[in-house]
């Protein structure tokens, strides 16, 4: 993942202002302060519309929260903004937060978190981003790479490896959702 090596931490307002200045570059902020930069090309932003279109389907049949995109920054409690690919977080934890807070970035985890890589990124620094959720409090976090059809699915006990799979469940996290995964890996 390529770094910003900054004089000084940005804050959440002037990160605000940065992406909105620089549209197609994903900008989150590590606990540490470092900005990372991630390009947005072609093939992740179709999978993210895919991934999306199957989390829509499922909470339109469940009712049981809200389906975020890249565009939403979530403030984790440890001081890290991160964006996931897309993320649900469940309607209560959201209706607990204050008008100013969802407007903002919203100040937890989401309760499940899913990346995509691209071919910017390796493995192992989604894995490395995969547990900086958990540490915050998401509660599973699924890794999907595109280019050697894998699907990795983190929990706080460990993680299941998936090679070339069709579909993963992912209860109890989101109860009788299955991930189509051959939808995803063309």
């Excluded at 390009?39 to 809200?66: F, K, T, V």
């Excluded at 890249?70 to 209560?92: E, M, N, Q, W």
């Excluded at 998401?138 to 983190?154: A, W």
């Amino acid at each position: 993942m390529p770094f910003l090596d900054l004089l000084r931490a940005v804050s959440d307002e002037e990160l605000h202002q940065l992406s909105a200045k620089n549209p197609g570059w994903q900008l989150e902020r590590w606990k540490d302060g470092r900005l990372m930069v991630s390009p947005r090309g072609g093939e992740s932003g179709y999978l993210e519309a895919l991934l999306l279109g199957q989390l829509y389907r499922w909470n339109q049949q469940r009712g049981l929260g809200l389906v975020f995109s890249s565009a939403t920054g979530f403030k984790l409690p440890d001081g890290s903004l991160l964006s996931p690919d897309a993320a649900i977080l469940f309607r209560d934890r959201w209706l607990g937060l204050s008008p100013e807070e969802r407007e903002a970035f919203p100040p937890l985890a989401p309760d499940v978190d899913f990346e995509i890589r691209s071919r910017s990124q390796t493995l192992e620094e989604l894995r490395q981003k995969a547990r900086a959720y958990l540490a915050n409090g998401t509660r599973v976090v699924v890794l999907l790479d595109p280019y050697t059809h894998r699907v990795e699915v983190h929990r706080q006990g460990g993680a299941e490896e998936y090679s070339d799979p069709q579909r993963i469940p992912l209860d109890p996290e989101l109860p009788s959702f299955t991930l189509d995964a051959q939808e995803l890996f063309l």
